[in-house]
């Protein structure tokens, strides 16, 4: 099997779609919400937005309208930029060339011009194929000059026939490259950091992992808060001392497991995001307590699950809702937290204050 070719026009455009909420409201602006008259709700602001990306009034009034509650906040608060697939390519500020200006911006990366960048631009379009030496297929040597990657072999880049399916659940890798599966970094060697696609909006390429409250393992600090999520301690997140969250994923036993510590202390390095056989919630962290006395990492994955909202922020079991600065403290597990707040929810104890020794 053959690997994908970059082809002479656009050897390094980008053209993934980013963004979990899709803005129903840009699709249908003539639509109206159609409320079930037998239900009465208060006139009172606390917005919520709705998984229709729809701002609703408050929680009440988007029952009220059968849909599904993504978090509190008006919907400005979580949408991102929804990008095409269309090929209009722009240079970049960075020196490279988007697919186009939205996913350039999406990026988080100013458009310098209009087409193809300079170095893509003066290498033509004669097919004279080239492997580099990251496995991917150039047009021809200058392509890969270009992108900075040395030639391995003339010719097409080839590589044994995958036993992965073609589903695409991006993953990325701690090596820094997005993944189309987890399967995928696996056959590579390539352990996973996260779910989703890596962030290609200024964050270092270093692996310092940390773990965030949702559970989740991510490569570095600043990839945490670009998901808006905050750390709970530095170091991968360990099973047995997973943060307390309900954030579902899907193993590839058939299973679902409360969140991806879990499903990863169960032996399952293979999931997908949300409950098994149940339509995916958003991607976030804004968590919320359910009238189960659990913690989920979001309103609607407590929806999901069946259960009724009863404020926003962890549930009094989970601890405290601690503020999102960073006051670091040695934990006597030889871990450090952010602040003294986060330990004392992960029912350990400070050994000092500041950085454990040797982190």
Known sequence: MLRQFVPAALFILTLGATGSLTVAAQ???????????????????????????QTYSNDCVANAAGVDIVGFGECSEYSDPVCTDQVEPVCGADGKTYGNRCVAEAAGIAVASEGLCPDAEACGDN??????????TYS????AGASGVDIAFTGLC?????????????????????????CKANESGVDVANLGVCSDSGCPNIYEPVCGMNARSYRNRCEAEQDRVPVQRRGLCEPGNCPDVYAPVCGDDGN???NACEAEGAGITVFTEGACNVRPCPRMY????????????NACQAERAGVRIQHAGLCEAQGLNCPNVYQPVCGLDGNTYDNECRLLNAKQTMAYAGVCLGQ
């Not at 021809?140 to 392509?143: D, Q």
């Not at 804004?286 to 990492?297: E, I, N, S």
């Open 27 to 53: 699709q249908r602006a003539e639509s109206t919400t159609q409320v079930r008259p037998d239900t009465a709700c208060t006139m009172q602001y606390d917005p919520v937005c709705g998984v229709d990306g």
């Open 127 to 136: 097919f004279d194929p080239v492997c580099g030496v990251d496995g991917n």
């Open 140 to 143: 021809n040597a200058c392509f």
């Open 158 to 182: 080839e590589t044994p026939e995958s036993e992965c399916d073609d589903e695409y659940t991006p993953v990325c890798g701690v090596d820094g490259v997005t993944y189309n599966n987890a």
């Open 256 to 258: 679902t497991y409360a």
């Open 286 to 297: 804004v968590p919320v307590c359910a009238a189960d006395d659990r913690t989920y990492g």
